[in-house]
Nanobody, 129 residues
């Protein structure tokens, strides 16, 4: 069965760091495009970062709001996708979700929830100012 399990969320002061983890079940090994989304309180889900683990250099892409502060990566040996978050701000407070695309065509774009059909349960990140 395919599933994704996130962990690593918590509470941190502004300027601090957290690393989120997304463990992929073995049945997701064929999914080559992974992403992190977040959903702030009372708002919609927004894309944060994505990684094409099928590309030779594992191409990554970030939203403008996190570029330069967050890093997405995958450890194949651990079947885990990470989101390293540095210089956290109050506006980064949200529930963070790991997502896997069905294929690499991404018909709706990397930053659309419609491009992803497998989601984790989410992990809460709270940044206090």
């Amino acid at each position: 069965q395919e599933h994704l399990v996130e962990s690593g969320g918590g509470s941190v002061q502004a300027g601090g760091s957290l690393r989120l983890s997304c463990v992929r079940s073995e049945y997701t090994s064929g999914r080559l495009y992974m992403a992190w989304f977040r959903q702030p309180p009372g708002k919609g889900r927004e894309a944060v970062a994505a990684i094409d683990v099928g590309s030779p250099r594992r191409k990554t892409i970030y939203s403008d709001s996190v570029k330069g502060r967050f890093t997405i990566s995958q450890d194949n040996a651990k079947s885990t996708v990470y989101l390293q978050m540095n210089s956290l701000r109050a506006e980064d407070t949200a529930t963070y979700f790991c997502a896997a695309a069905a294929d690499q065509n991404l018909e709706h774009g990397w930053d659309s929830t419609m491009s992803y059909d497998l989601w984790g349960q989410g992990t809460q990140v709270t940044v206090s100012s």
